[in-house]
């Protein structure tokens, strides 16, 4: 049953908006009443794209309450996603917005300040949280098949060519990829973490100006260890886009490549007291989720959880940990110390 209805400001009409404008013209308990953008031309050309009859606007405050919006969704690039969140929340609306909630963890804080000082909340696009197999994996490790997990692993190797602004950039795999396997491990584990040493650097090859590969080292609250190997100027034997994953635990380990259904090996049943190796047997990991999968899946989830009351589950205050874990790790590198976080 409805019970509430959302007055949406789109603010930022890039290219990313697109997705999220989609999404929200299919639910029947949401309608674009604004669009803001700094370039009217954006804005305009958003509009007339999915013929939408709402107003147009450069200012943010100014839109909200024109359109009496209720909610915000910040698609702008970061360094702006401070001004626009606090923004709205000041002005009485929710806000989903896109990652990173932050340009630093001083303004990630404050945020979170204002959200527990307005009553309202940031929700954080982290959409590689909602995909059937992560789920399944996450479930495993939950119902303790192989046991406490002490070292999980992620290894991403892809060798993309955007051109623009990412070749330019001075930590483009951490600061622009990395977080959502950062935010993958903790959503896995059910961890935050602790502490950070990282080593970045450029191999050969790259076609980046700045650092497109990163060895980092997390020590989690859950008393494990997260190893992070990536690069973005990897050529050839590519992984997913979800990375490589390897969690060792007590009893066995769990395996997933990031495109199809994870699995665990486990020590099997019986006395093997003696054996050098301990015979193994394969345990397939429960399938219990069916929601909608990537960005549509993260949005049903915060619309979920204004309709509950509740926070979701990228809420803004446990999404910074996430963050943490990006601005750690740049700090790390450039420190050459570890960083407790």
């Known amino acids: 049953m409805q019970t509430q209805s959302y007055r949406v400001v789109v603010?930022?009409?890039?290219?990313?908006?697109?997705?999220?404008?989609?999404?929200?013209?299919?639910?029947?308990?949401?309608?674009?009443?604004?669009?803001?953008?700094?370039?009217?031309?954006?804005?305009?050309?958003?509009?007339?794209?999915?013929?939408?009859?709402?107003?147009?606007?450069t200012d943010l405050e100014h839109a909200i309450t024109a359109s009496k919006a209720n909610l915000v969704l910040d698609v702008?690039?970061?360094?702006?996603?401070?001004h626009v969140s606090t923004t709205a929340m000041k002005q009485g609306?929710?806000?989903?917005?896109?990652?990173?909630?932050?340009?630093?963890?001083?303004?990630?804080?404050?945020?979170?300040?204002?959200?527990?000082?307005?009553g309202r909340t940031l929700a954080v696009?982290?959409?590689?949280?909602?995909?059937?197999?992560?789920?399944?994996?996450?479930?495993?490790?939950?119902?303790?098949?192989?046991?406490?997990?002490?070292?999980?692993?992620?290894?991403?190797?892809?060798?993309?060519?955007?051109?623009?602004?990412?070749?330019?950039?001075?930590?483009?795999?951490?600061l622009d990829m990395a977080i959502h396997t950062f935010d993958q491990a903790r959503f896995i584990l059910g961890a935050?973490?602790?502490?950070?040493?990282?080593?970045?650097?450029?191999?050969?090859?790259?076609?980046y100006q700045g650092n497109a590969s990163a060895i980092c080292i997390y020590e989690m609250s859950d008393g494990s260890v997260f190893c992070y190997r990536g690069s973005w100027c990897a050529e050839g034997a590519a992984t997913s886009w979800e990375a490589d994953w390897r969690i060792t635990g007590e009893k066995g380990t769990a395996i997933w490549d990031g495109a199809g259904a994870p699995y665990a090996e486990v020590v099997s049943p019986g006395n093997q007291e003696g054996q050098f190796m301990r015979e193994m047997v394969r345990v397939e990991a429960p399938f219990l989720w069916d929601g909608n999968t990537g960005?549509?899946?993260?949005?049903?989830?915060?619309?979920?959880?204004?309709?509950?009351?509740?926070?979701?589950?990228?809420?803004c205050r446990d999404n910074i940990h996430s963050m943490a874990m990006?601005?750690?790790a740049i700090e790390s590198a450039k420190s050459g110390q570890k960083i407790f976080l």
């Open 76 to 82: 702008t690039i970061p360094d702006s996603h401070f």
């Open 326 to 328: 990006v601005l750690g």
């Open 11 to 57: 603010a930022g009409c890039g290219g990313m908006s697109h997705a999220w404008v989609k999404e929200v013209m299919k639910r029947p308990d949401a309608e674009i009443v604004a669009l803001v953008d700094l370039y009217a031309e954006n804005a305009q050309k958003i509009k007339d794209t999915y013929q939408l009859s709402c107003g147009l606007y």
């Open 192 to 207: 935050d973490p602790v502490s950070v040493y990282c080593h970045e650097f450029n191999p050969p090859g790259s076609w």
């Open 125 to 174: 696009m982290q959409n590689r949280r909602y995909d059937p197999n992560i789920r399944s994996l996450r479930e495993l490790i939950r119902q303790g098949t192989i046991g406490k997990p002490g070292m999980i692993n992620a290894d991403f190797f892809l060798g993309p060519h955007f051109g623009g602004f990412r070749d330019v950039m001075e930590s483009p795999l951490i």
């Open 93 to 118: 609306c929710y806000v989903f917005g896109e990652k990173p909630m932050a340009a630093s963890m001083e303004q990630a804080r404050e945020i979170i300040q204002v959200a527990e000082a307005t």
């Open 295 to 315: 960005h549509a899946g993260c949005l049903d989830e915060m619309f979920l959880a204004l309709e509950h009351g509740r926070r979701a589950e990228t809420d």
